[in-house]
């Protein structure tokens, strides 16, 4: 979809460097996505994890984040892009932070996940866990949608969904908190589940940073600490 | 909710108005039967640099000569509506052409330096209105050439002929023989399309110290200058104005689909 009319620079070369910055971010934006999917497995399944796999993975994302990075820079450089030209290069810019980091993020929920083979927990705690792993993994590809969409509804909607987020988070460090106070033996895992947990919480929040970037492309306006993260009260 | 609605800048959006220099309303151009403007409705902040940006053909240049008459020889030109500075309305049959133009001065795209001394350039606008010699011609030559930030390079050399200065120089020259008689408003047509990046620079800095103290209105087709100079941009298409509105905004986030192709260089 062309909803930044791309194609109709009427320097081609100009519209394809554009294009081809957008299309990278939504590679490394897969790249990350594909980290965090194997983290969550990872701590589902309980089973040893590809560490190779996990770290050749994160050596591609920060090597896409350089590139994008400097092709940002030299189209700033070579063409003074303007209005949404410059905001799409901007946002971007911003972007590639917050992809990074999930993509850290994501590693180090993959490195807990390999100490915590064979430390069986509560179940409640493990089906929490889960369901804020899925959420924070939905979050991001949603994100990621809105930015191929360049759509406000979406991008809004995912925001939104940070405060669920939010909440389970909080839910599952009281638990957390509970079961170290019933079970001190527990402490060291369940710290590590607690970190894990800090973890998705953090990517609830880069996402609807890189929500709040789809915004200011498609509408010009930073949304930061507007409250826009916020949903409408009925 | 909307965005629109809920969305508040940082600034808290206000932003002081200032005053108007020049008020265009209901201007209407033809040159012969071609209708080159319509229905213009433009407010020139004062002591502010205002920047025309448009295609070539949009009518850009024609609104800035009806801004001191400087149309009124080509055959076949016909204007209607008003173009207030201060109380005058300069479209007016009785206007005091010659007062107008001391008013409001004019550069325009190459240097046009008359064949004369560096010196007499500065004082030909002077001599007009009756200042012909004495302490008092030469300070306000000097007080223009110093404006102009041209002085140190052309004191030792007051009598020698404006046509060997360089072309940056030659162009800050003129800016110094328009400034000399006082006006209000300086139009600018192109300044620097003729001159060097360096010298560009040095006249873009020039123009910014004027416009603290004159209102300045600049045509150009260079868009990163139009960004770089102007607090205020219109954007002018086949002879109406589009959008107008502070080149901050303009230029990060236009309103209209037509400003937004036009500046970021679109097919339409």
Same mark, same amino acid.
């Given at each position: 979809?062309?909803?930044?009319?791309?194609?109709?620079?009427?320097?081609?070369?100009?519209?394809?460097?554009?294009?081809?910055?957008?299309?990278?971010?939504?590679?490394?934006?897969?790249?990350?996505?594909?980290?965090?999917?194997?983290?969550?497995?990872?701590?589902?399944?309980?089973?040893?994890?590809?560490?190779?796999?996990?770290?050749?993975?994160?050596?591609?994302?920060?090597?896409?984040?350089?590139?994008?990075?400097?092709?940002?820079?030299?189209?700033?450089?070579?063409?003074?892009?303007?209005?949404?030209?410059?905001?799409?290069?901007?946002?971007?810019?911003?972007?590639?932070?917050?992809?990074?980091?999930?993509?850290?993020?994501?590693?180090?929920?993959?490195?807990?996940?390999?100490?915590?083979?064979?430390?069986?927990?509560?179940?409640?705690?493990?089906?929490?866990?889960?369901?804020?792993?899925?959420?924070?993994?939905?979050?991001?590809?949603?994100?990621?949608?809105?930015?191929?969409?360049?759509?406000?509804?979406?991008?809004?909607?995912?925001?939104?969904?940070?405060?669920?987020?939010?909440?389970?988070?909080?839910?599952?460090?009281?638990?957390?908190?509970?079961?170290?106070?019933?079970?001190?033996?527990?402490?060291?895992?369940?710290?590590?589940?607690?970190?894990?947990?800090?973890?998705?919480?953090?990517?609830?929040?880069?996402?609807?940073?890189?929500?709040?970037?789809?915004?200011?492309?498609?509408?010009?306006?930073?949304?930061?600490?507007?409250?826009?993260?916020?949903?409408?009260?009925? | 909710?909307?965005?629109?609605?809920?969305?508040?800048?940082?600034?808290?959006?206000?932003?002081?108005?200032?005053?108007? #220099? $020049?008020?265009? /309303? &209901? @201007?209407?151009?033809?040159?012969?039967? =071609?209708?080159?403007?319509?229905?213009? *409705? +433009?407010?020139?902040?004062?002591?502010?640099?205002?920047?025309?940006?448009?295609?070539?053909?949009?009518?850009?240049?024609?609104?800035?000569?009806?801004?001191?008459?400087?149309?009124?020889?080509?055959?076949?030109?016909?204007?209607?509506?008003?173009?207030?500075?201060?109380?005058?309305?300069?479209?007016?049959?009785?206007?005091?052409?010659?007062?107008?133009?001391?008013?409001?001065?004019?550069?325009?795209?190459?240097?046009?330096?008359?064949?004369?001394?560096?010196?007499?350039?500065?004082?030909?606008?002077?001599?007009?209105?009756?200042?012909?010699?004495?302490?008092?011609?030469?300070?306000?030559?000097?007080? #223009? $050439?110093?404006? /102009? &930030? @041209?002085?140190?390079?052309?004191?030792? =050399?007051?009598?020698?002929?404006?046509? *060997? +200065?360089?072309?940056?120089?030659?162009?800050?020259?003129?800016?110094?023989?328009?400034?000399?008689?006082?006006?209000?408003?300086?139009?600018?047509?192109?300044?620097?399309?003729?001159?060097?990046?360096?010298?560009?620079?040095?006249?873009?800095?020039?123009?910014?110290?004027?416009?603290?103290?004159?209102?300045?209105?600049?045509?150009?087709?260079?868009?990163?200058?139009?960004?770089?100079?102007?607090?205020?941009?219109?954007?002018?298409?086949?002879?109406?104005?589009?959008?107008?509105?502070?080149?901050?905004?303009?230029?990060?986030?236009?309103?209209?689909?037509?400003?937004?192709?036009?500046?970021?260089?679109?097919?339409?």
């Amino acid at each position: 979809m062309d909803r930044l009319h791309l194609s109709q620079h009427i320097s081609r070369r100009f519209g394809s460097e554009v294009e081809d910055l957008r299309r990278e971010v939504l590679a490394m934006g897969g790249l990350v996505e594909e980290q965090l999917d194997a983290a969550l497995a990872a701590l589902a399944r309980g089973a040893a994890i590809d560490a190779r796999e996990i770290d050749a993975r994160e050596r591609r994302i920060n090597a896409a984040e350089l590139a994008i990075d400097e092709q940002c820079v030299l189209v700033i450089a070579r063409r003074q892009p303007a209005a949404s030209d410059l905001r799409l290069v901007l946002a971007i810019l911003k972007m590639l932070n917050e992809l990074e980091r999930i993509g850290d993020e994501a590693k180090r929920i993959a490195r807990i996940g390999e100490r915590l083979v064979g430390q069986p927990s509560a179940s409640d705690l493990e089906t929490g866990m889960h369901a804020l792993g899925t959420l924070a993994l939905a979050m991001l590809h949603d994100a990621l949608d809105a930015f191929v969409r360049l759509d406000e509804a979406p991008a809004l909607a995912t925001m939104h969904r940070d405060a669920e987020v939010d909440a389970t988070w909080r839910r599952l460090q009281a638990m957390l908190i509970e079961r170290m106070r019933e079970t001190p033996d527990a402490i060291p895992a369940e710290l590590d589940r607690l970190w894990c947990a800090r973890s998705f919480e953090r990517i609830g929040d880069h996402c609807k940073n890189l929500c709040e970037s789809v915004l200011y492309i498609v509408h010009g306006k930073d949304v930061r600490h507007s409250g826009l993260a916020k949903p409408a009260r009925a | 909710m909307t965005i629109d609605a809920r969305h508040h800048s940082p600034a808290g959006g206000l932003d002081v108005q200032p005053a108007v #220099a $020049l008020r265009v /309303a &209901g @201007l209407r151009v033809w040159y012969e039967r =071609r209708q080159v403007l319509d229905g213009i *409705e +433009l407010a020139i902040p004062d002591k502010r640099i205002t920047a025309l940006i448009g295609p070539s053909g949009s009518g850009k240049s024609s609104l800035l000569r009806c801004l001191n008459r400087l149309n009124d020889e080509i055959a076949g030109f016909r204007m209607e509506g008003q173009v207030l500075l201060g109380e005058v309305d300069v479209a007016a049959g009785g206007t005091d052409v010659q007062e107008l133009r001391r008013r409001v001065g004019m550069v325009f795209q190459r240097p046009n330096p008359f064949p004369l001394s560096v010196h007499d350039n500065v004082a030909y606008g002077l001599r007009l209105l009756g200042l012909r010699r004495g302490a008092e011609l030469e300070r306000r030559v000097e007080a #223009a $050439l110093h404006a /102009a &930030g @041209l002085w140190d390079e052309v004191a030792d =050399r007051l009598d020698g002929s404006a046509l *060997e +200065l360089s072309f940056g120089q030659q162009q800050r020259l003129v800016i110094a023989r328009a400034i000399a008689v006082e006006p209000e408003v300086l139009l600018l047509d192109e300044p620097a399309s003729a001159l060097d990046p360096a010298a560009t620079l040095h006249l873009e800095e020039l123009l910014r110290t004027l416009a603290q103290r004159y209102t300045l209105v600049l045509v150009t087709h260079n868009m990163q200058q139009a960004a770089r100079m102007a607090d205020y941009a219109a954007f002018l298409d086949a002879g109406r104005i589009v959008e107008f509105g502070a080149t901050d905004s303009l230029f990060t986030n236009p309103r209209e689909r037509l400003t937004e192709d036009f500046i970021t260089g679109r097919h339409r």
